[in-house]
């Protein structure tokens, strides 16, 4: 996944960056390919957190405000520019997406707001919908439905592998299972590096904090409150099968997409309430909740095909307090980026891109102005 060579930092630049999911991976190899000596720590494995469960539809379609907007689309964009490159990709589709709701009003309403902004949505009927969309039982379709043309999907695990890789080739260190780590740095004054679980100290001239639903935690440590939503979530993996689907579903039941090796990836918040963490971390599942996922899949396909899941993955899925995506450098902690959002996967390319960016530029970037941290207005604590 080579890119062209940036603008070079000065000799000597050093970052590190916290958090091995796609947003860190994304700007750590930004970093590198752009000059700057990188260290990518994480507190387990690469991936193994909110990254590693998403269900990583790629989509600007819900109600956002203008400049989140903007910033989706420009996610979606490098994706497509991924795919140009690696069009043998098995992980990464732009199949489209089909929505469909329990009150029609509510698909006419997102599809009337979808096309004022110029965003491809078209209103189907039920027998078209069959006919164009392959791979659904024609007789679980609503009278309309909406589809959403130039929406996708990633797996991941399948992009970070291959990131990770790449990282390490170009001579970026990595470092998993560093633990609950603490940025260094005093108040009003600069970013000093990171300091491990264990005691271990790394020094740097830049920190980016990547941790997803840990990033709050990370920042009280060092003086400062990040509003912070994060809630559970669970994505399960279904066993290989035929199925036939080439699209993302959103339903009033499930969520659906395809998956390498023949797989589906389901999720949903219907039964949330039945997945909980305890007070260690674990987390417990309802296991019922898998086959009435399975069975909620296998009504949905053509020729209703037996669904089984093979993984289940609970997690905590981070959201922000006012629900936008926290891009930026902190003014408390200058040198210090933070970012923290639910929009992982569609953000995960172009957050990074923007990110090392301005830290090899020094240049704020305006598209990320309206999601800077400071729009909190947090201080350190006295």
Same mark, same amino acid.
């Given at each position: ?12 630049? %050093? ?54 907007? %903007? ?13 140009? %490159? ?29 096309? %004022? ?266």
């Amino acid at each position: 996944m080579a890119e062209p060579e940036a603008e070079r930092v000065p000799d000597g630049r %050093r970052a590190v960056v916290l958090g091995g999911g796609v947003l860190g991976l994304s700007t750590a190899l930004e970093l590198l390919r752009g000059g700057a000596e990188v260290l990518l720590v994480t507190e387990s494995e690469v991936g193994s957190g909110a990254s590693g469960r998403s269900l990583s539809w790629l989509n600007a379609g819900g109600s956002y405000a203008e400049s989140y907007f %903007r910033l989706r689309m420009a996610g979606i964009d490098r994706y497509r520019t991924l795919l140009a %490159r690696h069009p043998e990709a098995d992980w990464l589709a732009f199949g489209g997406g089909l929505y469909w709701d329990d009150d029609p009003f509510v698909v006419i309403d997102r599809h009337n707001a979808q096309t %004022r902004r110029g965003y491809e949505a078209r209103m189907l009927g039920r027998d078209d919908a069959a006919a164009r969309v392959p791979g659904i039982d024609p007789g679980v379709l609503p009278h309309r439905v909406l589809a959403n043309p130039g929406e996708g999907w990633v797996s991941l695990p399948h992009l970070m592998a291959g990131m990770a890789g790449e990282f390490t080739m170009l001579g970026g260190t990595l470092i998993e299972h560093a633990g609950l780590c603490t940025v260094l740095g005093e108040s009003g004054g600069p970013v000093r590096g990171v300091s491990t679980a264990a005691g271990r100290d790394y020094r740097s001239d830049a920190v980016v904090l990547a941790c997803g639903a840990g990033t709050p935690a990370v920042l009280a440590a060092a003086g400062i409150e990040l509003p912070d939503a994060s809630d559970p979530a669970m994505l399960l993996i279904s066993r290989p099968l035929e199925h036939g689907l080439r699209t993302v579903l959103n339903t009033p039941r499930i969520s659906l997409r395809p998956h390498p090796g023949g797989r589906l990836a389901m999720d949903h918040t219907w039964y949330l309430d039945r997945v909980k963490q305890n007070a260690d971390g674990s987390w417990d599942v309802d296991e019922d909740i898998l086959t009435e996922v399975a069975a909620e899949a296998s009504r949905l396909l053509a020729g209703n095909p037996e669904v089984a899941v093979e993984a289940w993955q609970p997690g905590l899925k981070p959201v922000p307090g006012d629900g936008e995506p926290v891009f930026g450098e902190l003014q408390a902690l200058p040198g210090c980026w933070v970012l923290f959002t639910h929009s992982g996967a569609t953000l995960g390319l172009i957050g990074g891109e923007l990110a090392a960016g301005e830290i090899l530029t020094g240049r704020r970037h305006p598209l990320l102005e309206p999601f800077r941290p400071e729009r909190f207005g947090y201080g350190w604590e006295s």
